[in-house]
């Protein structure tokens, strides 16, 4: 209680303390107000103190935390002094709990030998008092005596182990002075009188020796007649002549009680000893019999002498334990004097502990004193446990103040640092303008460039000047690449890139790619192939140009660093993966490669033969094709139920990534080496820009890669499934000739010659998207015994050049022979190479003598329908082709409207204005936004506008909303009525205008839209863009009208 009181008169100490602290500072600030970044509020102060604090500092607020300063180093002052209080009191409170915990182990302990003692000398003295009773039994109680010396010495000698505190025991009988005479002849012995030496239970000769007085005549006599063998030399003398034992006997015969006589000296042993006396009745007496009745009963006296300091020694020894204290009896019926019956004297002051001691005699009192007997050790715990809270609140008070320090600290750096925000976005601002203002002045010029050299192209020139031009086309046309990647970059940094969602053809988009790369892998002489799984669906809704943008920068990066083996682009579905064991999975698809020695030396169960990285270490840290059920659930429920993931790898041949620069593969403007930019050339921001399109198509990409052995780039990317026919139209012309094709090839069947089955299954996926059905044979034998067995009709077949090379004098003859015989009539040969060059230099003697038509790689479904079309003489019953199906269609759209094109540069409004006169529309031009808004004000006869974004006095995006204003407020007029048919029987107008800019940042399509333009072209103008933008309302205007 004291400790719980102590500890709360310090809490409230403190709470004063910390009152008068923030009373007398932080009230001082009131008036100053808050300062904008602190506005520390002390509210949380209140509940603690009470109401008192609360009622009257409601709203008080701790402002710049350099106000703090001025009381700082006084609250640190109070939290040290209260945490030497709180230690000191700590440490008064655990030390007093390790004095009492003391105190009541001493009490324990001498309150158990205490007992322990009074319970073992209360069962010796009820021995005695049953020796009592014995006696009265069969000495006095029959006649003759059934006792005798001898049976009464050997009887306690027997039982000695009952009364294991006493050292002997004797027997005294009443004899009166008329019975002495009597008495004394028939013992044999005459009554002598004892001394003090009589008492000591060990024999001494020299004392027996001696001569001892006969008693003189009393009233009356306790000889003893009984005694055991220990003390047999008291036998005949007379117990009433000593002084303390008469006095015993005669307590005893008038109590009925056992009595004590006070402690002596035994002689022989020096230890102190007492003797107990129990009166031997010769009847039985009632429990408040009167002493005159015990007296006149009495009929003698039995005795038993305690050695008390053994007693004591063979109890200790019992109860020994770790923790020794040390023991004292006394017998205290003197108070004033009492008289130690064990134990050493002490002198110290000690705690002791004092435990009484009832042995039975009422007259006579005993007590038993405790002390440790070594001194209390240093209380380690409060010594420790206080240093250590006031080493916590040493170190609290200075972390507090140091916290303090630091707050103040990072409030200046957090101005300077806004002030630097301030100015990282200013920077950034002008960053995004710089990127936007340089990519249309640079793509301005190259818009006049290209433009002019396109026109160029639809003039007469000779083969050499159009080779010159065509040059110069495809360099304008990288450095438009080259700032597209640059400008891309930019984008993604300012979070400005986004993704359309459009129906395509995943296939084609692949197609196109191939198409892109084609020339470099024949000069190369390196294996190109695409294979799609057939269960990825025809049709999907994404984007298909970043998608492409992709595939580009793998193919290429392949490619570039490729020089021998093969280049393979797969495209499968994550589920595809999770859910094929390795031997259902399809040849391209395979994880394992086999490589083996046979007929075409060191070979490997890949597209090239060359061994390849393995392709799963590519994706196996994807999340979606993880194997852990928690990981796919997750992105499993990211992704809606229509989504469709699928897994594109790109694997080659090539170089190999080195271990050292592979983890900055993904950097941007980082490359393997330093030598890589020399030799291979690029900016190193193509696989950055690809991990960022990947990651906005919620996908991931990887790669696996080994020195000289190759690389595998592998990415997911999500896109949706298509529920519905597409309602985006390819063309028709180019829908019918697909079409056509396709129900022609359908009823044909080709073989497929190839020792290597993944390129035989390339072979097989290009051919049954024509609806081809395919044959395939690993050995040319086998092959050709297909073809003259007749089973099936074989109307085309494929020979890779792996195996011409190998079997050229076979086939060659075979093929001479049966078309000479006619019996290959309607068969048709292709013999599939890396190259022309190649497969004129390894058949050159053969393929002369030959009907064999040569195709060369990489297989493309538009490519291989063309040489299929051409070898069996299917007609086309609609001779057009894509482009030739735009330019008409561009024609039959813009033939005879009228266009405005606004632009401030004179050579872009040139180049312009003469695309759009090639389809033969009636072009105007205009200089600024301002002219143009006075040549749109309706009514006026313009069709369309094309209307460049960055012009000087009004942009493209103010003319346009100016121009949506008028057109507004006279549509509103014409339904109020207040303006009627204004212009023929148009009567809501709404013009055209499409976004003419090389600003390809800000000019997205959601400004375009936010400023009321119908869509946008980038400068230079693309035929196939132009033509899809002016289709899409210029045609849907026409129809309407």
Not at 417 to 440: G, I, Y
């Amino acid at each position: 209680m004291v400790g719980l009181h102590l500890k709360r008169w310090v809490w409230l100490l403190t709470l004063r303390i910390m009152n008068w602290v923030f009373a007398t500072e932080i009230m001082a600030q009131k008036s100053g107000g808050c300062g904008s970044t602190g506005k520390l509020g002390l509210k949380w102060w209140g509940s603690f103190v009470g109401g008192d604090w609360t009622s009257q500092h409601k709203y008080v607020y701790v402002g710049s935390v350099k106000a703090w300063g001025s009381w700082r180093k006084r609250l640190l002052f109070m939290w040290i002094l209260g945490g030497i209080l709180l230690s000191s009191w700590i440490f008064w409170y655990i030390n007093s709990q390790n004095v009492q915990r003391r105190k009541e182990t001493l009490i324990n302990m001498c309150d158990e030998r205490a007992r322990m003692l009074q319970d073992q000398f209360n069962v010796s003295m009820n021995h005695v008092h049953a020796l009592a009773i014995m006696v009265s039994t069969f000495h006095h109680g029959k006649m003759p005596s059934a006792i005798d010396q001898k049976t009464f010495a050997e009887y306690t000698d027997r039982t000695a182990f009952e009364r294991p505190l006493t050292s002997g025991v004797a027997y005294a009988q009443r004899v009166l002075h008329a019975e002495r005479e009597q008495f004394e002849k028939q013992q044999g012995w005459t009554i002598k009188v004892m001394d003090e030496q009589d008492k000591n239970p060990v024999r001494d000769d020299e004392h027996f020796a001696e001569f001892h007085e006969v008693s003189p005549v009393q009233e009356e006599y306790a000889p003893v007649i009984f005694a055991q063998d220990t003390v047999a030399h008291v036998i005949s003398l007379d117990m009433l002549s000593g002084p303390e034992d008469r006095e015993n006997i005669l307590r005893a015969r008038a109590s009925g009680r056992g009595v004590l006589t006070a402690p002596f000296s035994l002689l022989k042993s020096k230890r102190l000893g007492v003797i107990l006396t129990f009166a031997v009745y010769n009847k039985e007496l009632p429990l408040d019999a009167k002493p005159e009745e015990r007296i006149e009963s009495t009929i003698g006296y039995i005795g038993g002498i305690f050695d008390i300091e053994s007693l004591v020694e063979k109890l200790l020894h019992q109860l020994a334990s770790k923790q020794t204290i040390v023991v004292n009896v006394y017998d205290t019926t003197n108070a004033s004097h009492s008289i130690s019956m064990y134990g050493p004297t002490v002198l110290d002051n000690r705690q002791r502990h004092v435990s009484p001691l009832n042995f039975g005699d009422p007259f006579r009192k005993h007590e038993m004193q405790c002390r440790f007997k070594q001194k209390p050790p240093l209380p380690w715990l409060a010594i420790t446990t206080s240093l250590g809270i006031l080493v916590i609140a040493l170190l609290v008070g200075h972390i507090f103040y140091a916290a303090m320090a630091r707050i103040a600290k990072v409030e200046d750096d957090y101005r300077e640092m806004m002030e630097l925000k301030v100015r990282a976005e200013a920077a950034d601002v002008a960053k995004s303008q710089f990127l936007a203002t340089v990519s249309h002045e640079i793509r301005t010029p190259m818009n006049g460039v290209l433009g002019m050299l396109q026109m160029l192209m639809d003039t007469d020139l000779d083969e050499t000047q159009l080779d010159y031009v065509k040059t110069a086309q495809a360099s304008g046309k990288a450095l438009i690449s080259l700032i597209n990647e640059v400008l891309d970059q930019a984008k993604i940094e300012s979070g400005k890139l986004e993704l359309e969602a459009v129906q395509f053809d995943l296939r084609a988009v692949l197609d196109d790619v191939l198409s892109l790369f084609s020339g470099k892998s024949q000069d190369k002489g390196i294996e190109l192939a695409v294979y799609v799984s057939d269960k990825v669906p025809e049709i999907l809704i994404g984007d298909p140009g970043r998608f492409r943008q992709i595939i580009t920068n793998l193919v290429g990066n392949s490619i570039k660093f490729t020089e021998r083996g093969h280049i393979l682009v797969s495209v499968q579905l994550v589920d595809a993966v999770k859910s094929s064991s390795e031997t259902a999975l399809e040849p391209p698809f395979k994880l394992y490669q086999d490589c083996i020695r046979n007929g075409y030396g060191n070979s490997c169960n890949t597209l090239s033969g060359f061994p390849v990285v393995e392709r799963r270490r590519s994706w196996e840290t994807f999340k979606s094709i993880s194997t852990d059920a928690l990981t796919c659930n997750q992105v499993l429920k990211a992704n809606p139920a229509d989504a469709v993931n699928v897994l594109v790898s790109v694997e080659d041949t090539g170089v190999g990534i080195p271990v050292e620069a592979q983890g900055r593969v993904f950097t941007p403007f980082m490359q393997a080496d330093s030598s890589t930019s020399r030799t291979h050339g690029g900016t190193g921001i193509g696989l950055s820009i690809s991990k960022c399109l990947v990651d906005l198509m919620k996908g991931e990409i990887g790669f696996a890669s080994e020195r000289n052995i190759g690389s595998t780039f592998a990415f997911t990317a999500v896109f949706t499934k298509v529920q519905t026919k597409s309602n985006e139209p390819k063309g028709h012309c180019q829908q019918y000739e697909q079409d056509f094709v396709i129900s022609e090839f359908q009823r044909m069947t080709a073989l497929i010659v190839d020792p290597r089955p993944v390129r035989a299954a390339v072979t097989k996926y290009h051919l049954q998207r024509l609806g081809i059905g395919v044959q395939i044979s690993s050995d040319p034998s086998e092959g050709l015994s297909t073809i003259l067995s007749g089973k099936e009709n074989i109307n085309l077949v494929f020979i890779d050049e792996e195996a011409w090379v190998k079997h050229a004098y076979i086939f060659s003859s075979f093929i001479v022979d049966k078309s000479k015989n006619g019996a290959l009539s309607d068969t048709k040969f292709f013999l599939l190479a890396k190259s022309i060059t190649s497969a004129e230099v390894n058949a050159s003697k053969f393929l002369n003598r030959c009907p064999l038509t040569v195709i060369t790689k990489p297989l493309r479904a538009g490519m291989l329908s063309s040489f299929l079309q051409r070898a069996v003489g299917i007609e086309k019953k609609q001779n057009c082709r894509s482009r030739e199906l735009r330019l008409a269609s561009l024609k039959s759209i813009l033939h005879g409207k009228r266009i405005l094109v606004v632009d401030d540069n004179a050579v872009n409004l040139k180049v312009a204005a003469c695309a759009l006169k090639k389809y033969g529309a009636n072009v105007e031009c205009a200089e600024s936004g301002k002219i143009a808004v006075a040549k749109l004000k309706p009514p006026h006869e313009f069709d369309a506008c094309f209307m460049d974004v960055q012009m000087p006095e009004m942009d493209g995006f103010e003319a346009t909303r100016r121009i949506r204003d008028m057109e507004t407020g006279l549509n509103d007029r014409v339904q109020k009525g207040e303006a009627s048919e204004v212009h023929g029987n148009l009567v809501h107008w709404h013009t055209p205008i499409l976004a003419m800019t090389a600003d390809v940042i800000q000019a997205t399509h959601e400004h375009c839209l936010q400023a009321g333009m119908d869509g946008y072209v980038s400068k230079p103008f693309e035929e196939s863009q132009l033509y899809g933008e002016v289709a899409r309302f210029l045609q849907s205007n026409s129809s309407s009208d």
